[in-house]
């Protein structure tokens, strides 16, 4: 069975510039995470999806982040424009339903790089 | 909100010492999970303990849960070099938020 796919895994961009990452969940997961990891630091998530509906955005960055689920399977994430500060590692998560004692399996992630 | 605070952040052992990292919770938890990511690597779920004073090993790991379900250990016996990552324990804040501690750095000496 295939794992949590993402690409790019690794991104290089100015600033100012956007961006965007691709996650594809495992088969039949149907709760989604985007976590952001800074280095040395564990994940924090961003957003986290139950098919289609993003059930917490709390702490995504609307005014530059923004995400979206169509047809409840895979998932983007989109930051426009890029700051400095958003250089990390954005990692996808899935799990097969959603609750406290689901195991969330991650993808390799996106490094992203912004200068 | 929730902190889960792990120590320490860094630790450095000769191949075939034991290493313990340790996480601690500002809240009660009502579970808590543990992953290991390699160096490059993603996090990768290595258990989950639910029950107040529960114990589980996974053979050289032992996981502990504390009796008030606010911290937890992990300890690994007699270390290898493919045990060499960073350990994070993460528990749920609210409903379903998963937070992650600052994670352990474990670097060995072969």
């Known amino acids: 069975e295939a794992g949590v796919v993402q690409s790019p895994r690794y991104k290089i961009i100015e600033k100012k510039q956007p961006v965007a990452f691709w996650c594809n969940p495992i088969s039949g997961h149907n709760t989604l995470y985007w976590y952001l990891q800074n280095l040395g630091q564990g994940p924090e998530l961003l957003i986290r999806y139950e098919n289609e509906e993003a059930v917490d955005d709390s702490q995504l960055p609307k005014d530059r982040f923004s995400a979206e689920r169509l047809k409840g399977v895979d998932s983007t994430l989109k930051i426009q424009p890029a700051e400095l500060g958003d250089s990390a590692v954005y990692l996808c998560?899935?799990?097969?339903?959603?609750?406290?004692?689901?195991?969330?399996?991650f993808g390799p992630g996106t490094r992203l790089t912004v200068l | 909100g929730q902190q889960v605070m792990q120590i320490p952040q860094y630790q450095h052992v000769q191949e075939g010492e034991d290493f313990t990292t340790y996480c601690n919770s500002s809240?009660?938890?009502?579970?808590i999970q543990w992953y290991k990511q390699r160096p490059g690597g993603h996090p990768v779920f290595l258990i989950q303990?639910?029950?107040?004073?529960e114990v589980k090993k996974q053979k050289r790991l032992t996981f502990q849960f504390g009796e008030a379900k606010k911290n937890s250990s992990l300890h690994i016996t007699a270390t290898q070099t493919t045990d060499v990552g960073t350990y994070f324990c993460a528990g749920y804040q609210g409903a379903q938020k998963l937070v992650f501690g600052q994670g352990t750095r474990l670097t060995i000496n072969p």
């Open positions: 998560a899935s799990s097969d339903g959603g609750t406290r004692t689901d195991t969330q399996y």
């Open positions: 809240t009660t938890l009502s579970n």
């Open positions: 303990l639910v029950k107040s004073g």
